[in-house]
């Protein structure tokens, strides 16, 4: 049995979707808040179930919805240093990677309708994905000063903020009671990592002078649901900034977004 990618046949367009497609849901107006136009659901509705005009439908609300994508994502690129960069390339490898997996349509098993269901997944998808990276370009790109990037999808760039900003580290740092109840405040001493020299580094407590430092692998792991972590083990670089050795116990932070703003999650 061959299962095949995607495709609009009209436009040739390759498409995959967010949520596995199913033959029993055919495609639906745009609901209310729903990143999708509302000249879509005036075409679905004005295709009165034909197939070949709701496929037209998807094929012109796709083409938008990609060029959505396309533009945040660009203007993304721009706005982020190159380890953020690298993650963001890593995340929507990911992204597409799950997209082809959920939505895709065996040409030489299914028919018509599987196939409507299927371009549909993809187009929900491409669009719940366009209005996500708009969200983190939004709050890269607030002209507030101070601004914290608080979406979820920038949670790289809050970690940055966080290693860097004493004030950020205090506010932000969510404590663990014993009780099972959590306050938000502290001092940020939960928290070792800095960055010097471009550098993400391990800092000593109570030490101003910092030259000694030890460097770190470090990784910010994407979010599963309302946390990602960040997880980080002493290593030696050569000149070349590629790791020579790595050393000690792998450490963890975990953040956890609460009302409405990442959270370093503490114990007391």
Same mark, same amino acid.
């Given at each position: ?7 609009? !046949? =009209? ?17 639906q107006s745009a ?8 000249? *879509? ?15 037209a439908c998807i094929?012109?609300? $796709?083409? /938008? ?7 945040? *994502?660009?203007?993304?690129?721009? @706005?982020?240093?190159?380890?953020? @960069? ?24 299914? %028919? ?28 890269? !790109?607030?002209? +507030? ?7 979820? +999808? ?7 903020? $966080? ?5 950020? @580290? &205090?506010? /932000?740092?969510? &404590? ?7 306050? =938000? ?5 939960? $928290?070792? +990592? ?7 580094? *391990? ?11 030890? =460097? ?13 972590? !960040?997880? $980080? ?10 790791? +020579?050795? @790595? ?9 956890? /977004?609460?009302? %409405? ?8």
């Amino acid at each position: 049995m061959r299962i095949l990618p995607l495709f609009f !046949v =009209t436009g040739g367009l390759l498409a995959s979707g967010g949520r596995q497609a199913d033959p029993a849901e055919p495609a639906q107006s745009a609901a209310a808040g729903s990143p999708l136009r509302a000249e *879509y659901s005036v075409c679905l509705d004005e295709a009165a179930g034909a197939t070949w005009a709701m496929q037209a439908c998807i094929e012109a609300e $796709f083409i /938008h919805q990609q060029q959505r994508l396309d533009a945040a *994502y660009r203007a993304l690129e721009t @706005r982020l240093s190159e380890r953020a @960069r690298a993650r963001l390339a890593a995340e929507q490898d990911a992204w597409r990677a799950e997209k082809e997996a959920r939505c895709r349509w065996n040409a030489e098993e299914e %028919g018509q309708a599987q196939r409507l269901a299927a371009n549909d997944c993809a187009l929900e998808m491409i669009a719940a994905r366009a209005a996500e990276l708009e969200r983190g370009l939004k709050d890269l !790109v607030d002209p +507030v000063q101070g601004q914290v990037p608080c979406e979820k +999808v920038a949670y790289a760039a809050f970690f940055e903020r $966080f290693a860097e900003d004493d004030a950020l @580290r &205090r506010s /932000h740092t969510l &404590r663990q009671r014993a009780s099972g109840r959590s306050r =938000t405040d502290g001092d940020g001493d939960a $928290f070792r +990592v800095g960055i010097v020299d471009n550098r993400w580094v *391990y800092l000593t407590p109570g030490i101003e002078d910092q030259s000694g430092y030890q =460097t770190l692998d470090l990784r910010i792991l994407p979010p599963q649901g309302d946390e990602f972590q !960040v997880r $980080f083990q002493r290593a030696k670089f050569d000149a070349d900034d590629q790791i +020579v050795s @790595r050393s000690g116990e792998i450490g963890t932070y975990r953040f956890r /977004h609460v009302e %409405g703003c990442w959270r370093l999650l503490a114990g007391e």
